[in-house]
C-alpha cells in the first residue's frame, strides 16, 4: 500500500518536472510562501572536470537546498567533497526524516551526520526562516 502510494507521488512529480514527491512538495511550499526560486538550474563542479553537482533548488537568497528522501553514501561522499572545494556555498538538506539511519545497522542519522559536518536540515519542508534569511 505505502509502495503504492509513493510510486503515485513520483509519476505525479515526474510529470510536474520533478525527480520526486518531496522535490514536488517544496516546490509548491515555497510558491506559497512567496519564494522565488529556481530547480536544477546551477550546475557546482567538484573533484573532477566530469563531475557536475546539480542542486535541486536555489533560493533567491542564494541557499541551496537539496531534498532528500534517501541519502546513500556516495551522495554523502559528493556533498562533502563539494563543501570542501566550494566553502563558500550555504547548501542545506530538506530530509522526508532526518531520523532515518544511514544503514541497517547505523546509530548515524542523517541529521546527525548533518551536524558532524556541519549541514543545516529540516524534516519535510524548507524552513519559513530560511527563506526569509538574507
Avoid at 557546482?44 to 572536470?49: R, T, Y
Avoid at 563539494?82 to 546509530?107: A, E, M, N, W, Y
Avoid at 542519522?109 to 538574507?134: L, N, Q
Wanted: aromatic share 12%; proline share 4%.
Amino acid at each position: 500500500m505505502v509502495t503504492a502510494r509513493r510510486s503515485k507521488l513520483r509519476q505525479s512529480a515526474l510529470k510536474a518536472g520533478f525527480r520526486s514527491g518531496l522535490e514536488q512538495d517544496n516546490a509548491k511550499w515555497l510558491k506559497q510562501n512567496g519564494m522565488n526560486f529556481e530547480y536544477e538550474t546551477m550546475k557546482i563542479k567538484w573533484v573532477s572536470a566530469p563531475h557536475v553537482y546539480t542542486p535541486d533548488f536555489v533560493l533567491e537568497n542564494g541557499i541551496i537546498i537539496e531534498a532528500k528522501g534517501r541519502f546513500v553514501g556516495s551522495e554523502r561522499a559528493k556533498h562533502l567533497a563539494v563543501k570542501k572545494q566550494h566553502p563558500d556555498l550555504d547548501i542545506r538538506f530538506v530530509f522526508s526524516s532526518s531520523k532515518t539511519r544511514l544503514s541497517k545497522g547505523s546509530k548515524t542519522t542523517y541529521g546527525s551526520w548533518c551536524e558532524k559536518h556541519g549541514f543545516p536540515y529540516a524534516d519535510e519542508r524548507i524552513p519559513v526562516d530560511w527563506m526569509k534569511e538574507r
